[in-house]
Antibody, heavy 118, light 107 residues
Framework: EMQLVQSGAEVKKPGESLKISCKAS????????IAWVRQKPGKGLEWMGI????????KYSPSFQGQVTISADKSIATAYLQLNSLKASDTAMYYC???????????WGLGTTVNVSS | DIQMTQSPSSLSASVGQKVTITCRAS??????LNWYQQKPGKVPKLLIY???SLQSGVPSRFSGSGFGTDFTLTISSLQPEDFATYYC?????????FGQGTNLETK
């Protein structure tokens, strides 16, 4: 069974950093792009960026460029999303998802809740 | 960036009713349009990819159409489990932007 298993919920203070993980299983990790999607409470889905784990080619949304870092370790089939200098406005659910060849997201992680509060 | 605009933003309908949601792209995206369903507190689920292809396991009452800039998602006969929020997403050029969502509520 194809799965993306994300790390657990986080509570952080403003200014702190955070790295969320997304571990893939049940398929060949290196041959599918992985996307990160943000969803703020009660709001819609926001596409953050993608990474190709085989060579770590990365593409960011301009809205998130410079604010986040996406990386991957193909030896352990895991993608990461790093959030720096956290603000209250970063409070959200963060999802990872696998991209098909047509750039649809067919397998999703359960999401990682991030709560930033002083 | 390619902007995706859905209409309506919210919709009230009854079980058994036929429902159509529209998504418009700010420029041509060929056939690279995907539809997702999200229920409260749940993970988004891929329904339709490349405008009209039904994802495995998705009921046939869901269908999609369109090409270029204008697309539709149709639910032929609403079921109780279909009340949810629906998102379109373009897969033509990064960033692969989403529409703002359509909240489908029970009338």
């Amino acid at each position: 069974e194809m799965q993306l298993v994300q790390s657990g919920a986080e509570v952080k203070k403003p200014g702190e950093s955070l790295k969320i993980s997304c571990k893939a299983s049940g398929y060949r990790f290196t041959t599918y792009w992985i996307a990160w999607v943000r969803q703020k409470p009660g709001k819609g889905l926001e596409w953050m960026g993608i990474i190709y784990p085989d060579d770590s080619d990365t593409k960011y949304s301009p809205s998130f460029q410079g604010q986040v870092t996406i990386s991957a370790d193909k030896s352990i089939a895991t993608a990461y999303l790093q959030l720096n200098s956290l603000k209250a406005s970063d409070t959200a659910m963060y999802y990872c998802a696998r991209l098909t060849g047509d750039n649809a997201m067919d397998v999703w992680g359960l999401g990682t809740t991030v709560n930033v509060s002083s | 960036d390619i902007q995706m605009t859905q209409s309506p933003s919210s919709l009230s309908a009854s079980v058994g009713q036929k429902v159509t949601i529209t998504c418009r792209a700010s420029q041509s995206i060929n056939m690279y349009l995907n539809w997702y369903q999200q229920k409260p507190g749940k993970v988004p689920k891929l329904l339709i990819y490349t405008a009209s292809s039904l994802q495995s396991g998705v009921p046939s009452r869901f269908s999609g159409s369109g090409f270029g800039t204008d697309f539709t998602l149709t639910i032929s006969s609403l079921q109780p489990e279909d009340f949810a929020t629906y998102y379109c997403q373009q897969g033509y050029r990064p960033p692969y932007t989403f529409g703002q969502g359509t909240n489908l509520e029970t009338k």
